[in-house]
Each structure stands twice: as C-alpha cells, then as structure tokens.
C-alpha cells in the first residue's frame, strides 16, 4: 500500500507580532505545505496552527537557539527597531535589534542551510532623487537607514542564502498592533485631533498583502 506523505516546508518568521510580522504569520499558516513558527518579544497574538516562540534580539543565544530547535526551510525576518525618530536617541538599542539581530540569524542560517528573505527600507536612500531601483547607490540619512544598510551588508557578507526586500509605507488591514499611516490619519482625524505631517515627501504606500503575496513569490520561485 502506497501513502502520499508531504514534506511541509517549515518557515520560522521573526517579528511576528509587528504589522507585517502577523500578516505573514496568517498567510503562511493558511498553506496547507507550510508549519509556521513565529518569534516574537509579545506572545499575546496568536493564529491557530502556530507554534510562538519567546525571542529577544539582544540575546544572540536566544536567536540562534530557536532556529537550531526549529530547523527551518526559510526564515523571514520582520522584526525590526522601527521607531525611526527613537532610532536617533536609543541607537545601542536600535543597532542591536536591526544589525546584530540580523548578524545572528544570518550565523545560524548559513549554519543548517535556510534561506533568509529580509525585509528593509527605502530608508537606505536620500530622497533626493527617487523612485530608485534595487542598484542606486543607498545614500541613508538618519540613523534608522543606517542601521538598516549595515543589516543588508552584514547578511551580503554572512555566507547565508537571502533575500532583500525593501520596502515602503506599508498598510492594510492589521487587528492588533500598532496603527498604520492610514489609519493614524483617520483615527486622528475622527478624533478631532489636528496632524502633523510632512508635506515634502512622494511615497509609493505598500499594501502589506500585496508585500506578503511578494514574499511568497520570492520563496517559490527561490529568488535571491
Ligand atoms: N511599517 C512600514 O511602513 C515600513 C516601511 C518600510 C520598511 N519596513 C520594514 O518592514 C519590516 C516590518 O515592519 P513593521 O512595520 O511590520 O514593524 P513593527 O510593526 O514595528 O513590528 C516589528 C516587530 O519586531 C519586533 N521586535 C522589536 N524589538 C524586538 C526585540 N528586541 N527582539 C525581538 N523582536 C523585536 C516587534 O515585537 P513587539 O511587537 O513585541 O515589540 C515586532 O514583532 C521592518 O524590517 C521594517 O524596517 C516597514
């Protein structure tokens, strides 16, 4: 007697209680091929059918321990220190969790052969002279892109199979977490509250779904 036995592809998504973190958490999970661990610092969001793991960027032997016990197949990282104004004031903290968080999982990536799909920013860049493609020269001007750069460069340099995607402005449709941009300015403006906004800035504003069906194309097609 035959039996059809599949082997699902394991994939362990850091940040998994940010914004894009929980989005993909879902779209994964929902793959019948797909078992989905996710790790975060808040365990307090959960989907059926996810196994949560406790991690903090600050300690490497945390970060290397679970994907070790987890062994994925691929591993996104959508955990990032995103606060780019607090990036200024607490850069220890922002470096530790956007570059050396990165440096750990590339270490232990490259170590049992999983691939790393990254997520970065457009934030690498100056401004002056967008949109850019994937080869313009990055050019960040505040901390948070710098941390960002050095993350891409510490997983070009680490040996592991990657990915980068950098994207901008994400929103859509998140539960839990904190607001997007648009809903911030709804929220705001029901409030009654006045905005502060920026009104020298072009964006092209994500949707996060969109970005999430990307990142599976990257997965499927083995995209480097
Ligand atoms: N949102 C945007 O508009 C935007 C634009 C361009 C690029 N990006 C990039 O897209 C990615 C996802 O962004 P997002 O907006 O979804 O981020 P987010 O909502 O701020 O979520 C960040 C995630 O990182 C986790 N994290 C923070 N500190 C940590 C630590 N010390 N140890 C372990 N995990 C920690 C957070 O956990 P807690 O929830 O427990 O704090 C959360 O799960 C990031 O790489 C970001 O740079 C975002």
């Known amino acids: 007697m035959s039996q059809n036995l599949t082997i699902k592809k394991r994939i362990l998504i850091f940040g998994a209680s940010g914004m894009l973190g929980q989005r993909c958490t879902k779209f994964f999970s929902m793959l019948p091929d797909c078992e ?19 991690n903090d960027f600050t300690n490497r032997e945390s970060v290397k321990g679970i994907i070790k016990d987890f062994c994925p197949d691929v591993i996104i990282n959508a955990a990032a220190f995103t606060n780019v104004d ?16 990165v440096e750990y999982i590339a270490e232990a990536a490259r170590a049992i052969d999983a691939r790393v799909i990254h997520i970065s920013t457009d934030y690498v860049f100056d401004g002056k002279n967008g949109p850019y493609r994937e080869s313009d020269k990055p050019q960040p001007v505040n ?20 990915s980068i ?13 904190r607001l997007d941009f648009v809903r911030w300015v709804v929220e705001t403006v029901r409030a009654g509250k006045p905005i502060k ?14 970005l999430v069906s990307g990142i599976n194309l990257v997965i499927e097609n083995n995209k480097t």
């Open 36 to 54: 989905v661990a996710g790790a975060a610092p808040d365990e307090t969001i959960k989907f059926p059918r996810v196994e949560y793991l406790f």
């Open 86 to 101: 607090l990036s200024e004031t607490e850069r220890q903290l922002a470096w530790q969790i956007n570059v050396s968080g």
């Open 143 to 162: 901390y948070y892109g710098r941390t960002k750069l050095a993350a891409e460069n510490a997983l070009r340099i680490s040996g592991a199979v990657y």
């Open 165 to 177: 995607l950098r994207t901008n402005v994400l929103y859509g449709i998140i539960p839990n977490g």
């Open 197 to 210: 906004i920026v009104t020298d800035q072009l964006n092209n504003p994500t949707f996060i779904d969109d």
